[in-house]
């Protein structure tokens, strides 16, 4: 195939102008070029997407299928108007943050609401909480389908994506901490759910889609497991035997101030329960009929483990910190042991 990446450059791009070259088709990324470097064996323009005309010099080519990460509107609308027309397939990279109800466990695409679409004067996210991020994936999701049709269109709702390159605190946070030993503290119960995806395996799945033009919507999401199992994987793909883990109440850590999700003092892959039941634990069936394949989580694990190793100074050092992990656990024993 020739493929277009708008984008290309940086983790989930990257991996799938990587695997497409592998592969052996001809693939062009468009991109700034700010946030790293195409592969090798891969065509580079740069272009500034801001500019409205900067993809109309990629006109008069044809591709067999473009993919496309952006969450600016203005971006998608001009892409769509100078590309549209000369592609067969389109593949828009969406996320399941347009889900309107996080509370409902095993929702798929097909029977969960979304959020409204962004408002008129809101081209992309804003702020550190990035306002508008879902809502504007919604009207970008809107413009594919209009413009390529359902047929011609896939969207995929990606969930938290992990593996090497991954630039968040959440999956290497836990490579991480299993591979430093000692007690572990673990939120919530063993049986909490958590999902995820690798970053290769939603790359492949991309290109299949491309490759058999695919339409429709899907969560882009691996099958749902416990935090239970979720530590007991980490643990396998980096050898340690028998980890030590304590499980910590959610209900004291919040009331300690360690944080949900990501970030500084927060214990990353964790959400608030039963507000956010759902939105760690979607119905992964339809993606795995439409021919997504998950490889097993001890090999996510030393792909990660991997790439930490070899570029420690671009993993993110967020999460929970030693001193602050060991005094919480020292509180938690304490109160037990009233």
């Not at 804003?126 to 047929?151: A, F, N, Q, T």
């Not at 199992?229 to 919040?254: H, I, R, S």
């Not at 990353?268 to 329960?273: A, E, G, N, Y």
């Not at 760690?280 to 694990?301: E, I, N, S």
Request: charged letters at 25%.
């Amino acid at each position: 195939m020739r493929i277009l990446i708008l984008g290309g450059t940086r983790f989930l791009g990257r991996a799938v102008a990587q695997l497409a070259v592998d592969q052996g088709h001809d693939v062009t990324c468009a991109a700034r070029g700010v946030s790293g470097v195409v592969p090798a064996g891969v065509r580079f323009v740069p272009v500034d997407r801001d500019d409205p005309e900067a993809l109309v010099r990629l006109a008069g080519e044809s591709f067999d299928a473009v993919i496309d990460v952006t969450r600016q509107i203005s971006h998608a609308r001009h892409a769509l108007a100078a590309l549209a027309d000369h592609v067969g397939h389109w593949c828009f990279v969406s996320t399941i943050s347009v889900y309107a109800d996080n509370t409902t466990p095993g929702q798929t695409a097909a029977d969960a609401p979304v959020l409204p679409a962004a408002p008129a004067d809101v081209d992309g996210p804003v702020g550190p909480d990035h306002r508008w991020y879902g809502e504007c994936k919604v009207s970008i999701e809107r413009l594919v389908r209009e413009r390529m049709g359902v047929d011609r269109s896939f969207i995929c709702r990606a969930g938290l994506i992990v593996g090497a390159e991954d630039p968040s605190d959440r999956f290497p946070y836990w490579v991480r901490r299993l591979s430093a030993g000692g007690e572990v503290l673990a939120p919530g119960r063993p049986s909490d759910r958590v999902q995820f995806v690798d970053v290769a395996d939603l790359a492949g799945w991309l290109l299949h889609a491309a490759d058999t033009r695919l339409g429709g919507t899907y969560d882009g999401v691996g099958p749902a497991m416990s935090r239970a199992d979720l530590l007991n994987g980490v643990a396998a793909g980096l050898g340690v035997a028998d980890p030590v883990v304590t499980w910590v109440d959610q209900e004291f850590l919040l009331a300690h101030d360690v944080r949900e999700w990501s970030g500084e003092r927060a214990l990353p892959l964790w959400v608030r329960l039963p507000e956010s039941a759902g939105l760690l634990d979607r119905d992964a069936g339809p993606a795995r009929d439409a021919g997504l394949a998950v490889r097993p989580l001890p090999d996510t694990v030393r792909a990660t483990a991997s790439w930490m190793g070899a570029h420690p100074a671009d993993v993110r050092q967020g999460g929970l910190d030693p001193a602050d992990e060991a005094a919480v656990l020292r509180e938690w024993q304490a109160v037990r042991d009233r």
